[in-house]
T-cell receptor, first 111, second 113 residues
Framework: DAKTTQPPSMDCAEGRAANLPCNHS???????VYWYRQIHSQGPQYIIH???NNETNEMASLIITEDRKSSTLILPHATLRDTAVYYC????????????FGTGTRLQVTL | ETGVTQSPTHLIKTRGQQVTLRCSSQ?????VSWYQQALGQGPQFIFQ???????GRGNFPPRFSGLQFPNYSSELNVNALELDDSALYLC????????????FGQGTRLTVV
């Protein structure tokens, strides 16, 4: 059974913020939220992860709700190069290379 | 560039044959994982190797086997190939078992005919 639910596809205009939602209502206390993306014909790329606090790095921001049942990945200024499949994954610490991927959200950034 | 290299990039095999895929992990990474990605699906975890020992396995039959060498490079072997084994095979390395980020290679596209 999938641990996360994501919309299958989203569109975003270049230069605008892309907000990708993820539901993980059955998340356990020791599970982190990881986000990866996969650009066509490449391997997945790590973006960010968090436990309960909001996180930000050079690529994106991760907003996790207080009850931890959902999260949002924010790409502040989307570019055409951000077109990819984005995967939201919940997994305990130390399992970052034993991940269970779902089918993700296909983000299309357009001019 | 993640520093993880896989070979070959593409290959075609016949049903029933055996195949070996190779992965060179990023320098300093002692943990390597293998994934299978069917068309239109997310990657599925096959197994992980840490310090040359298998350290976790997904729901794959024993004909999927692996090796990790002292230099931390790795092989994925698949015996008795089936048509459904056609997929992109991805290798990911990380610094240790207690890691927070995995670095993926570009993958090997296997076609079984």
């Amino acid at each position: 059974d999938a641990k996360t639910t994501q919309p299958p596809s989203m569109d975003c205009a270049e230069g605008r913020a892309a907000n990708l939602p993820c539901n993980h209502s059955t998340i356990s206390g020791n599970e982190y939220v990881y986000w990866y993306r996969q650009i066509h014909s490449q391997g997945p790329q790590y973006i960010i992860h968090g436990l309960k606090n909001n996180e930000t790095n050079e690529m994106a921001s991760l907003i996790i709700t207080e009850d931890r049942k959902s999260s949002t990945l924010i790409l502040p200024h989307a570019t055409l190069r951000d077109t990819a499949v984005y995967y939201c994954i919940v997994s305990p610490m130390g399992t970052a290379s034993k991940l269970t991927f779902g089918t993700g959200t296909r983000l299309q950034v357009t001019l | 560039e993640t520093g993880v290299t896989q070979s070959p990039t593409h290959l075609i095999k016949t049903r029933g044959q055996q195949v070996t895929l190779r992965c060179s992990s990023q320098s300093g990474h002692n943990t390597v994982s293998w994934y299978q990605q069917a068309l239109g699906q997310g990657p599925q975890f096959i197994f992980q190797y840490y310090r040359e020992e298998e350290n976790g396995r997904g729901n794959f039959p024993p004909r999927f086997s692996g090796l990790q060498f002292p230099n931390y490079s790795s092989e994925l072997n698949v015996n008795a190939l089936e048509l459904d084994d056609s997929a992109l095979y991805l290798c990911a390395s990380s610094t240790t078992v207690m890691n927070t980020e995995a670095f993926f290679g570009q993958g090997t596209r296997l076609t079984v005919v």
